[in-house]
């Protein structure tokens, strides 16, 4: 029972409590949990504001320049590349009142393609009942289908992949009231004067290998073509659908599109920052847990590696087929995770951890924040000035900001009343 209700709890609140925490080796692949082992993470660690020729990068109009260098390396070696045109998108919206008539309650279905049965995406969106003109809004990726992210009768039911089938199917009703039901968190944002969106993640293209002639990759899928180098990962898919979402919400008089905050959890977390990095209309960004791949840094050899994550029986398709050739060649790899938190700025960045989430090294990911730090500075933003690792539950409130909650991987309650403070603040 407890088993199903961390599951459950893990699933509804946006993350997944399957994490392969704590154990000596995975995937046949070592894991260091001794901080003495670590390695010497500066040993050839690429630096952010040197241009690839060389040259430093000393104002801040020579930003932009640098800048679209990082994207083309993290396209080119993590997460592989958005095609150069999105698809033509159709929407289909349905207006009510949810939460016991005290919200507006949007149904947004945003299709990928001219079919109605091809690629599309829920989105359920609540705004303040009494809101006069656009609103800021927060955007959850959710590991859940909406109506089991609140217990709101009138939410469409989402949908499930199964990767045997390799087809979809409706998400079964919650059998009785929903114990872990958003709801309350919601109507917490909305209190505030911020509107709330969730979408499932699947519902625009799969979680599972060879995925990728289905959802919004089999639409750009050449059938029996092998993966180029830089080939997009379902990571990058996820990313260009909440782009897609963007123009969607561009269009929305109820939505403030130029205040839009994103976060999501795990896996989630590493969409929340490459999507932030690609869409600069995403105006804060708070990646949860987002580890390996996200914003740890990778030359420290702490928790889950590169080769963990690109290992052929996990993650590999979640990035583009390169990444896995810098499993083994981590020191020598032309980014790290700092570089990733960098392309954020100057727009605030939370990054939220776990004490004991050592599978994804919290402090790895503070250090990536620690390193940089000084392109936020150069862009005239506040950083955290001190280097010490912050303690549990004591959030730094900087345009580069951090927070560790005490406990595990995943989304807290608390977590959620941080991210709304750093809204308050900063969008
Ligand atoms: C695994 C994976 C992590 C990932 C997590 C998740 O644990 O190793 O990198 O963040 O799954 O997304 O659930």
């Known amino acids: 029972m407890r088993k199903l209700t961390v599951l459950l709890c ?17 995937a046949g692949i070592p894991v260091n949990y001794d901080e003495s082992k670590v390695g010497d993470y500066r040993a050839g660690l690429p630096d952010p504001l040197v241009f690839n020729n060389g040259r430093p990068v000393t104002h801040a109009r020579q930003w932009a320049k640098r800048r679209a260098e990082i994207v083309r390396i993290f396209e080119e070696n993590q997460f592989g590349k958005w095609p150069a045109k999105k698809p033509a998108l159709r929407y289909d919206v349905q207006q009510d009142r949810g939460l016991d008539g005290t919200a507006v309650r949007k149904q947004i279905t945003l299709y990928f393609s001219p079919d109605n049965e091809g690629p599309r995406v829920d989105v359920l969106l609540y705004l303040p009942g009494d809101a006069v003109g656009p609103v800021p809004i927060l955007l959850n990726l959710s590991f859940s289908p909406n109506n089991y992210v609140v217990s709101d009768p009138g939410v469409k039911p989402g949908r499930r992949w199964d990767p045997k089938t390799r087809t979809m199917s409706e998400a079964a009703p919650m059998p009785g009231p929903n114990p872990f039901g958003m709801d309350a968190i919601v109507r917490k944002y909305l209190a505030e004067g911020f509107g709330f969106a969730t979408l499932c993640y699947t519902d625009i293209t799969p979680d599972f290998n060879d995925g990728n002639e289905l959802g919004l990759r089999g639409l750009y899928h050449t059938p029996g073509a092998s993966r180029a180098l830089d080939d997009w990962g379902s990571i990058s898919a996820w990313a260009f659908g909440v782009s897609c979402l963007v123009d969607y919400f561009e269009k929305d008089p109820a939505v403030d599109a130029k205040r839009i905050a994103l976060t999501g959890c795990s896996r989630l977390g590493k969409t929340t920052i490459w999507t932030g990095a690609k869409e600069t209309r995403i105006k804060v960004v ?39 050739y810098w499993g083994g060649h981590v020191q020598q790899m032309p980014m790290d995770a700092h570089m990733l938190v960098s392309l954020i700025a100057p727009r605030p960045l939370l990054l939220q951890t776990g004490t004991t989430d050592n599978w994804s090294d919290p402090k790895g990911e503070w250090i990536s924040l620690v390193e940089a730090r000084k392109v936020y500075q150069l862009l005239g933003k506040d950083v955290p000035a001190s280097d010490a690792f912050p303690a549990a539950e004591q959030p730094i409130w900087h345009t580069l900001g951090y927070v560790m909650h005490e406990g595990g991987h995943g989304v807290l309650p608390q977590d959620w009343d941080y991210y709304l403070e750093f809204m308050k603040r900063y969008l």
Request: aromatic share 8%; net charge negative.
């Open 286 to 324: 708070m990646p949860s847990c987002s580890g390996e791949g996200g914003a740890a840094m990778s030359r420290r050899n702490f928790g889950e590696t590169v080769a963990h994550l690109a290992e052929e029986t996990r993650f590999p398709y979640q990035f583009c087929p390169e990444y896995a």
């Open 10 to 26: 893990g699933l509804l609140l946006g993350a997944t409590a399957v994490v392969a925490q704590d154990r000596d080796v995975i």
